[in-house]
């Protein structure tokens, strides 16, 4: 199939070519035109989507260019305005209406004349969306909405000093990685002291947030919002004890390997102990890998990159470039983290990430490029509603970009011992990031069932969840206040609840991918491509079926995938 790049921003024919969300005013005669237009036939009803559609396009694209304007700049108080209006005055407005619309469509009797092939996804969700709604919800969630950003605001005023100057904490990460111990020592203590100062601010933050998220889960008839979340998120194809299932397995066959690399990396650099700031270091005279210098250098060569796995890749992140859809260097006052912010509108989604000239920074940009590629490739599908895949999809995307792309970094390395080293570093990071995704994922699980726990209570359930996948190699001893705080640093907990164990199942998919791609990547990609086009039009299980991998992450198919992993890493 040929795919393009030179996509349009949807045109209006529904709404005001140059309309305006301003006001609920301006926006609600469409929610009640589409309340009361009369539906006579299987054509009305199909206009009727794509109206509706339309109008779904435009608020979503409003909404995330809000996010996206105050996350580059958390210190603007009319950015966070304008944001919080949104949540608050329009959002709430909206909820009635669409569970108004879904409940029109759901009983048209016209819908059972739709393709029902090609609508099962569309509709499942929306029946799902009908059974979870609840008007009293509607203002916790709006306040949620705005809790939820608090975050980043707090984050995205964190610095520390070091050899004279401010710098962000990620930023200040590079230094972990200095040849000099006493360095990597300092800055990790400076880093967890900072965090330390706005833990109770941040505890407030998230004993807020567990309540009102308790309640919106109570209200809709569950006994927790653990099991409303599953629900919600639309976790049709696994359960709870299939998380318990991957936690368990990393544990059993994920671990040992994270033991080996931090004793290989632990020989590497010749000391009796290795401590938590040792783990990104390299040998004395070895320098660290910087393989850009700032945001364009890092933009112009992923593109290079690209182009070189598929020139329709290189394509994509060059149409954003054109459209100004990034902003990637770490400065003071933006909020931590990095996103692929998809618009329903333009397509061409924006890429917002903090890069700071190191290894981990490449990964992510490839890694959001997996993302902008999944935006553009489902950007053609007809409905909004369409293009909303699974956020487990969605991750294989960009997880799947990261391991396809290493062959041709020699963009961004001048020699191939430096090559060698950056391929290591990433195909350890595939295996050492599934500790932290049970750990984190796991103490949700806790967090969620056990709401009215205390600060105590909560600090020895992560503390023996944390301890539970720690290397055993590492030395943590006199380190246990910053740990029992580590959990703050993950913005999901606070942003987006439940939004982790995708990682681990994408990762999953993404090495099947890679697999797929090492026997034959022509064939590979094409699948990815294939696959990423469809959207949320098919079931999970059948988009991983069309990427050409099984839905699959039980303890043998780990087992199996991390020997895969570590036959590559010992090749060298």
Known sequence: MNYTANIEKLKHSFLPVDFNLSSWETISPYFIRLSERKIENKADLEQWLSDMSELE????????????????????????????????????????????????????????????????????????????????????????????????SVAGKMTIEQDGKEFTLQQAAKFLESEDRSIRETVYRKIAERRLEDKETLNELFSNLIAKRDQVSRNAGFSNYRDYKFAEMGRFDYTPASCFQFHEAVRLHVMPL??????????????????????????????????????????????????????????????????????????????????????????????????????????????????????????????????????????????????????????????????????????????????WIATIDKFQHWIYQNPGHTLDERKENWLAILNEFSSSVINFDGLENFRSYNWQRQLH??????????????????????????????????????????GGTKTLPELYKAAGIPFDFSPATINDLMIFVKNELDKG
């Open 57 to 152: 396009a435009f608020i979503s694209e409003d909404a995330c260019w809000r996010q996206v304007r105050m996350t580059c700049d958390t210190t603007n108080k009319e950015l966070e305005e304008a944001f919080n209006f949104f949540f608050m005055e329009i959002q709430p407005k909206i909820q009635p209406y669409a569970d108004l619309l879904n409940r029109k469509l759901v009983d048209c009797p016209f819908t059972q004349e739709l393709d029902q092939e090609k609508y099962f996804t569309y509709l499942r969700s929306v029946k799902k969306l009908i059974d979870l709604f609840r008007e009293e919800n509607i203002p916790i969630q709006a306040e949620m909405s705005v809790l939820q950003q608090q975050y980043g």
């Open 258 to 435: 994270v033991d080996d690399i931090n004793r290989h990396q632990q020989d590497k650099l010749g000391i009796d102990t290795l401590r938590p700031w040792d783990t990104e270091a390299e040998p004395a005279g070895i320098a660290p890998l910087r393989p850009f210098t700032d945001g364009k250098d890092l933009l112009n060569k992923t593109i290079s990159c690209l182009n070189k796995l598929d020139p329709f890749f290189g394509d994509c992140l060059q149409k954003m470039q054109e459209l100004n859809h990034l902003d990637l260097d770490s400065r003071m006052g933006k909020a931590p983290g990095g996103y692929n912010m998809p618009l329903a509108e333009s397509g061409a989604p924006f890429i917002f990430m903090n890069a700071a000239s190191q290894m981990s920074d490449l990964t992510t940009m490839v890694h959001e490029a997996g993302h902008a590629i999944h935006s553009f490739l489902a950007h053609p599908l007809e409905l909004t509603s369409f293009k909303e895949y699974p956020t487990e999809m969605a991750e294989v995307a960009s997880m799947s970009m990261e391991l396809f792309t290493m062959d041709h970094w020699d963009v961004f390395f001048d020699n191939e011992e430096e090559m060698k080293r950056a391929k290591r570093h990433q195909l350890e990071r595939v295996i050492t990031i599934f500790p």
């Open 493 to 534: 907990l606070f942003e987006v609840p439940f939004y982790y164990i995708e990682y681990g199942i994408a990762q999953l998919g993404a090495i099947g991918m890679w697999k797929q791609y090492r026997e034959n990547p022509q064939a590979a990609l094409e699948n990815y491509k294939y696959a990423l086009s469809l």
